[in-house]
């Protein structure tokens, strides 16, 4: 320590220096926890998986394609795509899930519902994407669809 440093604990207000010193270190606790979070965070964000031929459309954890089903062609007005999948979560959890993350995304919802299943729609800058869930016996299906506007 040095000398100014310890007079100044030996001192009767030397409990000032211990109170700055203390709020130093919560400081810079503070600071090293909030790097914490956000390293976390950036790193659970770069772990997404997207869908081939999709852009930035994720694939949701348990979600598994069917290969047969897959269609992607470009036009002069952009990229056609579709795809289906199945997953075992209920469809609703799905598009609660789909709605975070297309959001977070740059995309904006226009939901519709369809008779026999749930559609929505979300569109961005030129290009519109439709989900349209239905539900069979074992699982939930997902068609989605990537068109140009």
Known sequence: MTAALSDSLAAPGG???????????????????????????????????????FGDVPLLDGMHELA?????????????????????????????????ALTSLGWHEAPVRGEQAMVYSFTRERETLSLRITKSAEHTLLRIQLTPK
Request: net charge negative.
């Open 68 to 100: 047969d089903e897959r269609l992607i062609f470009d036009t002069p007005a952009g990229t056609y795509a579709e795809a289906l999948f199945t997953s075992p979560a209920p469809g609703d959890e799905l598009i609660s899930r789909y709605r975070a």
């Open 15 to 53: 409990s000032v220096s211990l109170s700055v010193m203390a709020r130093s270190f919560r400081n810079i606790l503070h600071t090293m926890l909030l790097a914490l979070l956000f390293t976390a965070t950036a790193t659970a964000q770069m772990d997404t998986s997207f869908i081939e031929g």
